[in-house]
């Protein structure tokens, strides 16, 4: 399968093998024949921070299957309230009402962290659907594992401690990116956790404390995962592991 692809002054750059260069884990499962059917519908584009893949109440134009880079789900009251529910790294896709025949969600999808993707048209991915069962049955399964993630964000906000829940979406950062260090700003911390600034330096500085984490000016980074899931405890693990169950592949990054 051929895509054009930009090389680092711009310009596109034909390539014959795109199962080969793909990174993102739902399109890496697609049987070859599946996969040529999106042959010259998938564009690859940069993902720049505060992007806005998904606006609230508006016609969803795209979805964005991610291969580097993280995007984030936020829920919006009436009165502007705001909160993360969910992230999208290179495990799955942005746009998923395209798939349930929704046009559109009042929930908003930014770009946190910059990366890349590959973007098709909502009427190309449904057109392609019809044709495709394993592909539907697929994206249809990466919606289960999100209703999942975001069940598990609401018990964690009602249940964890600040925190337990702060090591939580360190963890599911580190799961969707390379290396050991996450961009994290106090700023989207906040955010992700619904809560005050102060109360995110509090929780910062006792991972800190115990030599888990490390927090500079806008990077948090990870010394040591295994303490780290310890700290977590059952606040993560169950949407990572129905990931691994219904899709075959792990959320994070070799």
Same mark, same amino acid.
């Not at 016609?59 to 999208?88: H, M, T, W």
């Not at 800190?208 to 780290?228: C, Q």
């Given at each position: 399968?051929?895509? #054009?692809?930009? $090389?680092?002054?711009?310009?596109?750059?034909?390539?014959?093998?795109?199962?080969?260069?793909?990174?993102?884990?739902?399109?890496?499962?697609?049987?070859?024949? $599946?996969?040529?059917?999106?042959?010259?519908?998938?564009?690859?584009?940069?993902?720049?921070?505060?992007?806005?893949?998904?606006?609230?109440?508006?016609?969803?134009?795209?979805?964005? %299957?991610?291969?580097?880079?993280?995007? #984030?789900?936020?829920? *919006?009251?009436?009165?502007?309230?705001?909160?993360?529910?969910?992230?999208?790294?290179?495990?799955?896709? #942005?746009?998923?009402?395209?798939?349930? $025949?929704?046009?559109? #969600?009042?929930?908003?999808? %930014?770009?946190?962290?910059?990366?890349?993707?590959? +973007?098709?048209?909502?009427?190309?991915?449904?057109?392609?659907?019809?044709?495709?069962?394993?592909? +539907? =049955?697929?994206?249809?399964?990466?919606?289960?594992?999100?209703?999942?993630?975001?069940?598990?964000?609401?018990?964690?906000?009602?249940?964890?401690?600040?925190?337990?829940?702060?090591?939580?979406?360190?963890?599911?950062?580190?799961?969707?990116?390379?290396?050991?260090?996450?961009?994290?700003?106090?700023? @989207?911390?906040?955010?992700?956790?619904?809560?005050?600034?102060?109360?995110?330096?509090?929780?910062?500085? *006792?991972?800190?404390?115990?030599?888990?984490?490390?927090? =500079? +000016?806008?990077?948090?980074?990870?010394?040591?995962?295994?303490?780290?899931?310890? %700290?977590?405890? $059952?606040?993560?693990?169950?949407?990572?592991?129905? @990931?691994?169950?219904? *899709?075959?592949?792990? *959320?994070?990054?070799?």
């Amino acid at each position: 399968m051929s895509c #054009s692809r930009p $090389d680092p002054k711009g310009a596109l750059v034909t390539t014959h093998s795109m199962a080969s260069l793909i990174r993102n884990r739902l399109l890496q499962q697609l049987p070859p024949e $599946d996969l040529r059917l999106l042959e010259g519908l998938l564009q690859p584009v940069a993902l720049n921070v505060n992007d806005v893949l998904v606006h609230p109440n508006k016609p969803i134009e795209y979805a964005y %299957f991610v291969e580097q880079g993280l995007c #984030s789900v936020i829920a *919006i009251s009436p009165k502007d309230q705001r909160i993360e529910v969910a992230d999208v790294g290179r495990e799955g896709f #942005s746009g998923t009402p395209i798939v349930l $025949d929704v046009d559109s #969600s009042p929930h908003l999808t %930014f770009v946190q962290i910059a990366g890349s993707a590959l +973007r098709i048209a909502r009427e190309d991915l449904r057109a392609v659907l019809a044709k495709s069962p394993a592909l +539907r =049955t697929l994206l249809l399964r990466y919606v289960h594992t999100l209703i999942v993630l975001v069940g598990h964000t609401a018990l964690s906000n009602g249940r964890a401690k600040i925190e337990t829940r702060l090591a939580r979406w360190i963890l599911m950062c580190h799961d969707r990116l390379d290396g050991d260090e996450v961009p994290l700003t106090h700023q @989207f911390l906040a955010l992700m956790l619904g809560v005050r600034r102060s109360g995110v330096t509090t929780a910062l500085h *006792i991972l800190e404390g115990e030599h888990i984490i490390r927090a =500079t +000016r806008g990077r948090v980074t990870v010394l040591d995962r295994a303490r780290l899931e310890e %700290f977590a405890g $059952d606040a993560y693990g169950v949407p990572e592991a129905e @990931f691994v169950r219904v *899709i075959g592949a792990s *959320i994070r990054n070799a």
